[in-house]
């Protein structure tokens, strides 16, 4: 079994399995570094991280116009019932939901999550299997030893660290936390979007794990 991994910029992921497509914080229209219209993108089902703009941006348009289901925090779901949208799958950091295409995990973050000035619940991280492959997507997040522990029990294929330093983790913890992981692959994020964030990601050099930076667009085959 095997996805296809579409980097969409900034934190922001689809990954398919041929039959069934997950978007991950697709963070589209105002993202300076994306290629692809929130329109364009055509998903099944939409996971976020939190409620920060640069993640959840577009994602109540997105869900609407694809009738995708949400799998994101309690309060991120209400939010999207608020506008309308119904199709949601609450959870929350410790929780797993059986979904059409694998499962969806919800992880703890060190962050804080609020959209348009509302508290948005827990900042997650989203470990998703999918295709038969386990990716663990970390959000928006500070190095915490857990990392370690998760990393044992679900031994994801691929993690999605972010780098970019200010806000989460920069290359030098990046790195632990890719080796406290142990993925076989890890993909940088949340780097070099805006000025605000660190574009050099040198010292991202975890031992033993490859590391793949994917250029918005771009895609990957992972089996
Ligand atoms: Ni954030
Ligand atoms: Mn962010």
Redesign the pocket.
């Known amino acids: 079994m095997s996805v296809t991994i579409e980097f969409l910029g900034h ?1 922001g992921f689809l990954i398919s399995d041929g039959q069934h497509a997950l978007a991950i914080d697709p963070f589209l229209e105002n993202n300076p570094v994306a290629v692809k219209k929130p329109l364009n993108l055509r998903c099944t089902a939409l996971a976020l991280t939190h409620g ?1 703009d ?2 959840m941006g577009d994602s109540v348009m997105i869900a609407e116009a694809c009738n995708a289901t949400v799998y994101a925090a309690y309060e991120i779901c209400e939010y999207f019932q608020s506008q309308g949208h119904e199709k949601c799958e609450p959870g929350n950091p410790g929780g797993k939901i059986e979904t059409p295409f694998g499962w969806i995990a919800f992880t703890q973050a060190f962050h804080s999550s609020s959209f348009e000035g509302k508290y948005m619940g827990m900042p997650c991280g989203i470990i998703a299997n999918i295709g038969g492959i386990t990716l663990y997507h970390l959000g ?1 997040t500070g190095l915490f030893g857990d990392l370690k522990l998760l990393g044992e029990i679900y031994k994801p294929d691929v993690a999605m660290i972010p780098v970019g330093d200010r ?1 989460t983790m920069g290359p030098e913890l990046g790195k632990l936390a890719a080796e406290m992981i142990n993925p076989r692959m890890a993909i940088p994020i ?1 780097y070099g979007t805006w000025p605000l964030l660190t574009s050099d990601i040198s010292a991202f050099r975890p031992e033993g794990v490859e590391v793949r930076a994917m250029q918005p667009g771009e895609t990957l085959e992972v089996g």
């Open positions: 934190s920060h640069d993640h928006d806000f949340h």
